[in-house]
Nanobody, 122 residues
Framework: QVRLVESGGGLVQAGGSLRLSCVASGRTFGSYAMGWFRQAPGKDRDFVAAIGWSGGNTYYGDSARGRFTISRDNTKNTVNLQMNSLKPEDTAVYYC???????????????WGQGIQVTVSS
């Protein structure tokens, strides 16, 4: 069983930054791909970013590219999402996810966190 716990969300003004973290427990975190998704009210859940098990392979959704950076620390079982230049349209619940297969991490990962709210005010 895999457990994912997100932290670092909150309220920030447009143009500001937030750093989300997700701590994983249960399985061999170091061999799993990790990802972030988000879901705004009334909208589908969207892919934000993903990172391979070694950290050398990253992939971003259109909304995140150029503003967000995903990273991981396998010694701490943690994946981070640094979000800069935030916009009101980034307001959403952000979810951490993981799967042993990198090829599905941006679409159908097997394990999910409970989500954390990020609100960007204009």
């Amino acid at each position: 069983q895999v457990r994912l716990v997100e932290s670092g969300g909150g309220l920030v003004q447009a143009g500001g930054s937030l750093r989300l973290s997700c701590v994983a427990s249960g399985r061999t975190f170091g061999s799993y791909a990790m990802g972030w998704f988000r879901q705004a009210p009334g909208k589908d859940r969207d892919f934000v970013a993903a990172i391979g098990w070694s950290g050398g392979n990253t992939y971003y959704g259109d909304s995140a590219r150029g503003r967000f950076t995903i990273s991981r620390d396998n010694t701490k079982n943690t994946v981070n999402l640094q979000m800069n230049s935030l916009k009101p349209e980034d307001t959403a619940v952000y979810y951490c996810a993981t799967d042993p297969r990198f090829e599905v991490i941006s679409t159908t990962p097997a394990y999910w966190g409970q989500g954390i709210q990020v609100t960007v005010s204009s």
